[in-house]
């Protein structure tokens, strides 16, 4: 869902701290496998070297989820921001699909299924992501494409 801000709301936050918006960033919780899986998906898909990673656990992640009214500690809570916008939930998947082109503009048939049925199942898998995925350490992950991408 677009989160209702206006574009690169974030650079006039005092509470955000400054960081190269340049190409696109996501905001994932570093301790989630699902997430670093989701990292690795996009460090390994995404051809032009766009994307940057922003650990949730960071003061810049903590910081610009706030400013977009979520909950740091919410399993809800991930982040794809793109030219200034936010968003988040599927509506970022499907946009993250489409941005790294090629197979994974497929992802934009999710869009057929009803708002409400997408939030469920997101939700539901988010709430339940450390059950169902287990923990790690993005952070420390020896994968040289996905240390590169994070921004602390």
């Excluded at 982040?79 to 509506?91: C, N, R, T």
């Excluded at 923990?135 to 991408?149: A, G, I, Q, S, Y």
């Amino acid at each position: 869902m677009k989160m209702d801000r206006p574009a690169y709301s974030y650079r006039v936050d005092e509470a955000v701290p400054e960081f190269s918006d340049v190409g696109p960033c996501t905001v994932m919780d570093t301790h989630c496998s699902l997430c670093a899986r989701g990292a690795k998906w996009i460090a390994h898909n995404d051809r032009q070297g766009e994307f940057r990673i922003i650990p949730l656990q960071s003061d810049l992640g903590n910081a610009l989820m706030v400013h977009y009214e979520i909950d740091p500690t919410d399993p809800m809570s991930w982040l794809f921001v793109e030219d200034g916008y936010a968003y988040s939930s599927m509506d970022a998947v499907i946009r993250v699909g489409n941005r790294l082109g090629g197979v994974w503009k497929a992802l934009k048939i999710l869009r057929v299924i009803p708002r409400r049925a997408q939030n469920y199942f997101y939700s539901l898998i988010a709430r339940n992501r450390y059950r169902l995925f287990g923990k790690t350490d993005l952070c420390n992950l020896p994968d040289p494409e996905v240390r590169k991408r994070l921004l602390n």
